[in-house]
């Protein structure tokens, strides 16, 4: 098994900025990416953001210039940096892995509980 923790979710004002982290655990062979998604109430999780274990990055359209995700391979972590925050970033914030458990099984997806980002005066 694998296990996520994430760490860094709060309260902030509109404009200020937050720091997520997240470390993978457990059974890794070989991770392929992690990222992170958000959902609030009543929608449906949207992707955020996402990084291959070869450091390609995607954004949602939404946060790109404002928003960077970070990895360190070596140690299975995770970091997104959040700056000028909106109150519409206001969201449970979920890290995610994928990773192959042996040299020659399938892959995995893994989801830590998630973190409250809260933007708001």
């Known amino acids: 098994q694998v296990q996520l923790v994430e760490s860094g979710g709060g309260l902030v004002q509109p404009g200020g900025s937050l720091r997520l982290s997240c470390a993978a655990t457990g059974s890794i062979f070989r991770l392929n990416a992690m990222g992170w998604y958000r959902q609030v109430p009543g929608k449906e999780r949207e992707l955020v953001a996402r990084i291959t274990s070869g450091g390609h990055t995607n954004y949602a359209d939404s946060v790109k210039g404002r928003f960077t995700i970070s990895s360190d391979n070596a140690k299975n972590t995770m970091s997104l940096q959040m700056n000028s925050l909106k109150p519409e970033d206001t969201a449970v914030y979920y890290c995610?892995?994928?990773?192959?458990?042996?040299?020659?099984?399938?892959?995995?997806?893994?989801w830590g509980q998630g973190t409250q980002v809260t933007v708001s005066s």
């Open positions: 995610t892995v994928e990773v192959y458990r042996t040299s020659w099984g399938p892959m995995f997806d893994y």
